[in-house]
């Protein structure tokens, strides 16, 4: 059998270790033939491809990125790019596409599949670990740690300069990156998209640490953290492809707000793209393979539709249409408990 294998949407660390698996297992153990699109959708639109062989594949399990490339490109933004996507399947005498992505590109590639009959599978990827129906995607564990890492650094300067400091990490709507990376860097405020923050109980708590003798603060907050209305001034952006307005500056306005309301210095650092590059954590580089080699073998029994998720230690197929039918968010009560750390 022939089958062809994409990256789609922000790149993540591990993408290269679920081709590796997929094209490891599919060649040597069922005897396919692997393609690999360039750029996301627009490889399978365009018909632009390589060959991925065993060679193709050595030495990339620890490789962040992808070989193959990615791009934010709607499929559905033009109205030929089914029809074309089903014209270089067929052109190139393939099977089946698997589409590695997030909430797009799976969205996409359920539509496809669902609308327009495309034997079609997906694989979950995100560092937002916001994919419904998996309990964790890979690149997750890898912007966690990345982001650790910084807040760690950051204490060291934040006390010695007597500073505030705001990180601003990546979570357009689920807030997890800035949970988990503030609850193990010990941050004394964590402000995530799922509840909007009230500026002034951010400042109340940094007093409260300054009254205890404790002249820092670090706050961590997600880029898609909103005040409750009215009560500080946001930023907007331009929109991609997929109608996503293009996020950043919440970290600064926070900055001038803490550094006004309350007359201690404060700073800003944002992380920004260096969450989701370079060398994925062990986790991820297993986990990746585990949905790789799971990916090839649904695509080997015509399984279309279905997408590799992580239930507990198990990996098990799901449904494309469950994946993406609603955000995995931080749940209220996960929130509450975090607050105990808070100030």
Request: hydrophobic letters at 40%.
């Given at each position: 059998m022939?089958?062809?294998?994409l990256?789609g949407?922000g790149?993540?660390?591990?993408l290269?270790?679920?081709?590796?698996?997929?094209v490891?297992k599919?060649?040597?153990h069922h005897g396919?033939?692997?393609?690999?699109f360039r750029?996301g959708?627009?490889?399978?639109?365009?018909?632009?491809?390589?060959?991925?062989t065993?060679?193709?594949?050595r030495?990339?399990?620890?490789?962040?990125?992808?070989?193959?490339?990615?791009?934010?490109?709607?499929?559905?933004?033009?109205d030929?790019g089914p029809?074309r996507i089903?014209?270089?399947?067929a052109?190139n005498h393939l099977?089946?596409?698997?589409?590695i992505g997030g909430?797009?590109?799976?969205g996409a590639?359920?539509?496809?599949?669902?609308e327009?009959?495309?034997?079609?599978?997906?694989?979950?990827?995100?560092i937002d670990?916001?994919?419904g129906?998996?309990?964790?995607?890979?690149?997750?564990?890898?912007?966690v740690q990345?982001?650790?890492?910084?807040i760690?650094?950051?204490h060291t300067?934040?006390?010695s300069?007597?500073?505030?400091?705001?990180?601003?990490?990546m979570?357009?709507?689920?807030?997890w990156i800035?949970l988990?990376?503030?609850?193990?860097g010990?941050?004394?405020?964590i402000?995530i998209?799922?509840?909007?923050?009230?500026?002034?109980?951010v400042?109340?708590?940094?007093?409260?640490?300054?009254?205890?003798?404790?002249?820092f603060s670090?706050?961590?907050?997600a880029?898609?953290?909103?005040?409750?209305a009215?009560?500080?001034?946001?930023?907007?952006?331009?929109?991609?492809?997929?109608?996503?307005?293009?996020l950043g500056?919440?970290?600064?306005?926070l900055?001038?707000?803490?550094?006004?309301r309350t007359?201690?210095e404060?700073?800003?650092t944002?992380l920004?793209?260096?969450?989701?590059?370079g060398t994925?954590?062990?986790f991820?580089?297993?986990?990746?393979?585990r949905?790789?080699?799971a990916a090839i073998?649904?695509?080997s029994?015509?399984r279309?539709g279905?997408m590799?998720?992580?239930?507990g230690?198990d990996?098990e197929?799901?449904?494309?249409a469950?994946?993406?039918?609603?955000?995995?968010?931080?749940?209220?009560?996960?929130y509450a408990q975090?607050?105990?750390?808070f100030?």
């Amino acid at each position: 059998m022939r089958f062809g294998v994409l990256t789609g949407g922000g790149d993540c660390p591990g993408l290269n270790a679920v081709i590796r698996a997929i094209v490891r297992k599919g060649v040597d153990h069922h005897g396919h033939a692997i393609l690999g699109f360039r750029d996301g959708w627009r490889g399978p639109i365009e018909d632009d491809h390589v060959e991925l062989t065993i060679e193709a594949v050595r030495g990339i399990l620890p490789r962040g990125g992808t070989i193959l490339g990615s791009s934010r490109t709607n499929p559905f933004r033009r109205d030929d790019g089914p029809d074309r996507i089903g014209e270089t399947l067929a052109a190139n005498h393939l099977d089946g596409l698997i589409a590695i992505g997030g909430e797009d590109t799976l969205g996409a590639a359920n539509r496809l599949h669902g609308e327009h009959g495309l034997p079609i599978l997906g694989v979950p990827k995100t560092i937002d670990n916001d994919i419904g129906a998996t309990d964790m995607t890979f690149g997750f564990d890898t912007a966690v740690q990345v982001a650790t890492d910084a807040i760690d650094r950051l204490h060291t300067t934040a006390e010695s300069h007597h500073r505030n400091l705001v990180v601003e990490v990546m979570g357009r709507h689920a807030g997890w990156i800035a949970l988990y990376s503030g609850l193990a860097g010990g941050a004394d405020v964590i402000l995530i998209p799922e509840r909007e923050f009230d500026i002034e109980e951010v400042c109340r708590l940094i007093q409260r640490r300054h009254d205890r003798g404790r002249y820092f603060s670090i706050v961590v907050v997600a880029e898609g953290a909103q005040p409750i209305a009215g009560t500080m001034e946001t930023v907007g952006g331009e929109k991609d492809e997929f109608g996503h307005e293009r996020l950043g500056g919440i970290g600064q306005r926070l900055e001038v707000e803490i550094e006004r309301r309350t007359g201690y210095e404060t700073r800003t650092t944002v992380l920004g793209h260096i969450q989701r590059g370079g060398t994925p954590t062990a986790f991820d580089r297993v986990l990746a393979t585990r949905f790789g080699m799971a990916a090839i073998d649904a695509a080997s029994n015509e399984r279309w539709g279905l997408m590799p998720a992580l239930r507990g230690t198990d990996i098990e197929l799901v449904q494309l249409a469950d994946a993406v039918a609603e955000l995995r968010t931080v749940p209220q009560e996960f929130y509450a408990q975090a607050e105990a750390f808070f100030g």
